[in-house]
């Protein structure tokens, strides 16, 4: 994970939280001094005071506000990945391998802003399988593959049925405006995997 380590991490947003170290102790589990060490060694490696000491409570500075904000994000990617994982291997699937069918527009253009964080935190390997545009919809489902993400225009959504896949719209450079897609494969087990994505390909 880099210099913050996850527990440090959990360590300074339990304190935050709380406002008093000994009660962050006791909700981690460990001992008064060991939070004090951990809370010291990020204010080292950041350069800044995190917290304000008092008399048994702390509250945390400026700086210390704007790291919790990186912290909890950072502790959020880790609860996913964990949370894939956990799907994955009640599975009986070998844990951190999924296989994308995409078009090559997708695989340019979407996919890596879908998973790049995913990936980072989780080591998760992503086998893609690329298909023309003009030939996707025509060999769906690809075969083999754990999710589809493709394009489609308005007409092709309507028509072919489509409105049941999570949908995000995008406006090309040229004006045009097309349709993400997203589908699982049916029967794929990755439920963690498909709600993050969904999640942010409706952002996109």
Do not use: W
Request: proline fraction near 4%.
């Amino acid at each position: 994970m880099g210099k913050y380590e996850d527990a440090k991490l959990r360590t300074f947003v339990t304190a935050a939280r709380l406002g008093n170290f000994t009660q962050a102790a006791r909700s981690l589990g460990i001992t008064q001094p060991a939070v004090s060490q951990q809370i010291g060694d990020l204010e080292r490696t950041y350069g800044a005071d995190l917290f304000v000491r008092g008399r048994g409570e702390v509250a945390l500075t400026e700086a210390g506000e704007h790291f919790l904000v990186y912290a909890e994000r950072i502790l959020d990617a880790y609860g996913e990945a964990d949370a894939l994982f956990g799907t994955l291997n009640a599975s009986g699937r070998s844990a951190g391998r999924v296989t994308a069918a995409v078009t090559g527009f997708c695989e340019a253009h979407v996919l890596p802003r879908l998973i790049a964080d995913i990936v980072a935190v989780s080591g998760l390997d992503v086998i893609k399988n690329t298909y023309p545009e003009s030939d996707f919809l025509s060999v769906m489902p690809p075969t083999g593959a754990d999710f589809h993400l493709f394009t489609a225009t308005r007409e092709e959504v309507l028509d072919g049925g489509l409105e049941k896949y999570a949908q995000a719209a995008m406006t090309l450079p040229s004006g045009d405006r097309i349709y993400i897609c997203l589908r699982p494969t049916p029967g794929f087990s990755g439920t963690a995997l498909c709600r993050i994505l969904v999640e942010r390909l409706l952002k996109l």
